[in-house]
C-alpha cells in the first residue's frame, strides 16, 4: 500500500478514477513501450523525469494520462502525431541548453569552454 499524498496538510486521494478497462489495458501497453524506448521525446523527458521523484508506477499513470491526451487531440482536429525528439529544448531556446551544459561541466570538474561549431564542420572526438 502507498502512503498517503500530503498537499497543504491535507491527505490526497492516490487512486485512479474508474474508466474503460479496455482503453486503461491498451494505454498500459503503449506506455510501457514508450517507457523502454530510448530516443523519444515523452520516454526521455516525462517518464524518466517523473519516475526519478514519483517512482516508476506514477510515472506510467502520467505517461497514460499523457497519451490520452495525445490521441484525443490526434482524433478531434485530424492530424498525425509529430515526435518532438528528445533535443527539442535544446532546438528551442539553445542559449538555456548552452547554458546548462557549462553548468554541468563546472560540477564535473571541467573548464566550459564551448566554441561553436562553423556551418557545415563535424565535431571531432578524441
Known amino acids: 500500500m502507498s502512503e498517503p499524498k500530503r498537499v497543504a496538510g491535507r491527505i490526497k486521494s492516490t487512486q485512479t478514477r474508474p474508466g474503460d478497462h479496455y482503453l486503461k489495458a491498451?494505454?498500459?501497453?503503449?506506455?510501457?513501450?514508450?517507457?523502454r524506448s530510448k530516443m523519444t521525446y515523452l520516454a526521455v523527458k516525462k517518464y524518466r523525469r517523473i519516475q526519478s521523484h514519483a517512482g516508476?508506477?506514477?510515472?506510467?499513470?502520467?505517461?497514460?494520462?499523457?497519451?490520452?491526451?495525445?490521441?484525443?487531440n490526434?482524433?478531434?482536429?485530424?492530424v498525425a502525431y509529430d515526435e518532438?525528439?528528445?533535443?527539442?529544448?535544446?532546438?528551442?531556446?539553445?542559449?538555456?541548453?548552452?547554458?546548462?551544459?557549462?553548468?554541468?561541466?563546472?560540477?564535473?570538474?571541467?573548464?566550459?569552454?564551448?566554441?561553436?561549431l562553423s556551418a557545415g564542420s563535424s565535431p571531432s572526438f578524441s
Open 26 to 35: 491498451a494505454l498500459g501497453i503503449a506506455t510501457l513501450a514508450v517507457s
Open 56 to 72: 516508476a508506477l506514477r510515472a506510467v499513470v502520467a505517461l497514460q494520462y499523457t497519451l490520452l491526451v495525445i490521441v484525443w
Open 74 to 78: 490526434m482524433l478531434h482536429d485530424g
Open 84 to 116: 518532438l525528439g528528445i533535443a527539442h529544448y535544446a532546438k528551442t531556446n539553445p542559449e538555456r541548453a548552452r547554458k546548462r551544459l557549462q553548468r554541468r561541466m563546472v560540477v564535473l570538474g571541467f573548464e566550459p569552454n564551448l566554441i561553436p
